[in-house]
């Protein structure tokens, strides 16, 4: 779950909250988030998962979700052989 912070109309900030299945990030592209707490950075972290394609950096409060090119995955793939019977 993803909380961000807005400002309305008449310059309230509005709060809006957002399961991570409702966000669609398309090979090639990316996310950037800020504001986000360590803590909530850890739960995202669980609630994906070990076993993501997604890619995640976090520095000091900005959140990055990264997805790879379908191409990078294949790369991995063979390095990680390569690495495994060498």
């Known amino acids: 779950m993803v909380h961000s ?5 008449k310059g309230q900030i509005n709060m809006v909250t ?3 299945r409702q966000i669609d990030v398309p090979p ?7 504001d986000i707490s360590w803590q909530e ?18 520095s000091q409060g900005s ?3 990264r997805m ?6 294949v790369d ?3 390095i990680g052989d390569m690495v495994k019977y060498c």
């Open 28 to 34: 090639g592209q990316r996310v950037l988030l800020h």
């Open 63 to 65: 959140l990055e979700i």
């Open 5 to 9: 912070r807005s400002l309305g109309n």
């Open 76 to 78: 991995k793939e063979i």
């Open 68 to 73: 790879p090119l379908p191409e990078h995955e």
């Open 41 to 58: 950075f850890e739960n995202i972290l669980e609630e994906l998962g070990e076993h993501r394609v997604a890619r995640l950096a976090y």
């Open 18 to 20: 957002v399961q991570l």
